[in-house]
């Protein structure tokens, strides 16, 4: 009994790891066309990193910023031939640039080193519109959505739903065994040797 016990433990824990490591929503190393933070128009492609060095210096966001405050923004022109074209640059709060009020702006501009950085001030929790536009031919047009000190639930859903997963398995399996034969007669019998 304690040997099915344990393999049954051995099967919950690797289900759990995997099913919790399949909805980890990391940054880290994951391929070009994964990474939520690259836009790609034909094969021009650019990269967005958020920091906000007072709340924490390591730290590296993409479209979920979690806190309001100054934010340093970061577009990467990973496209060589970007560089060689005047790249235009502004945050609007509100989901577009139609709708919203504009906080920062950079005019056109050769990025020879292919690093935009500036900062903005996202002193607001709710949706702004960043959007990159290089002047060439044809010329091209890059928008991210920030969603500022926002709780995204598909997130909160795939992180939790490995450990819930694995609390209801391991307590289906530690209900089967304490309902089985053997541990009923099991303490049947030490029931009867302690009457003795």
Same mark, same amino acid.
């Given at each position: 009994?304690?040997?099915?016990?344990?393999?049954?433990? @051995?099967? @919950?824990?690797?289900?759990?790891?995997?099913?919790? =490591?399949?909805?980890?929503?990391?940054?880290?190393?994951?391929?070009?066309?994964?990474?939520?933070?690259?836009?790609?128009?034909? %094969?021009?492609?650019? *990269?967005?990193? =958020?920091y906000?060095?007072? *709340?924490d210096? %390591?730290? *590296? +966001?993409?479209?979920? @910023?979690?806190?309001?405050?100054?934010?340093?923004?970061?577009?990467?022109?990973?496209?060589?031939? !970007?560089?060689e074209?005047?790249?235009?640059?502004?945050?609007?709060?509100?989901? #577009?640039?139609?709708?919203?009020?504009?906080?920062?702006?950079?005019?056109?501009?050769?990025?020879?080193?292919?690093?935009?950085?500036?900062?903005?001030?996202? #002193?607001?929790?709710?949706?702004?519109?960043?959007?990159?536009? =290089?002047?060439?031919?044809?010329? &091209?047009?890059y928008? +991210?959505?920030?969603?500022?000190?926002?709780?995204? +639930?598909?997130?909160?859903?795939?992180?939790?739903?490995?450990?819930?997963?694995? !609390?209801?398995?391991?307590?289906?399996?530690?209900?089967?065994? &304490?309902?089985?034969?053997r541990l009923?007669? +099991?303490?049947?019998?030490?029931?009867?040797?302690?009457?003795?």
């Amino acid at each position: 009994m304690v040997r099915q016990v344990t393999q049954a433990s @051995i099967a @919950i824990i690797l289900l759990a790891a995997a099913l919790y =490591a399949g909805g980890v929503a990391a940054h880290g190393k994951v391929a070009m066309e994964d990474d939520s933070c690259m836009r790609q128009i034909g %094969e021009n492609i650019i *990269h967005l990193s =958020a920091y906000q060095p007072q *709340h924490d210096v %390591e730290a *590296h +966001y993409c479209t979920d @910023i979690p806190q309001v405050g100054e934010t340093l923004l970061v577009i990467d022109l990973v496209d060589p031939a !970007l560089r060689e074209m005047p790249i235009g640059f502004k945050v609007f709060r509100g989901s #577009n640039e139609t709708e919203g009020e504009l906080i920062t702006s950079l005019e056109p501009a050769y990025y020879k080193d292919g690093i935009i950085g500036t900062k903005s001030e996202l #002193n607001e929790k709710g949706l702004y519109s960043v959007t990159v536009t =290089a002047e060439g031919v044809p010329p &091209l047009h890059y928008q +991210y959505q920030l969603r500022v000190e926002m709780v995204n +639930y598909a997130n909160v859903f795939r992180s939790a739903i490995g450990p819930v997963v694995g !609390l209801l398995l391991l307590t289906l399996i530690m209900y089967k065994v &304490l309902r089985s034969r053997r541990l009923k007669s +099991y303490m049947a019998s030490r029931k009867n040797s302690k009457a003795d």
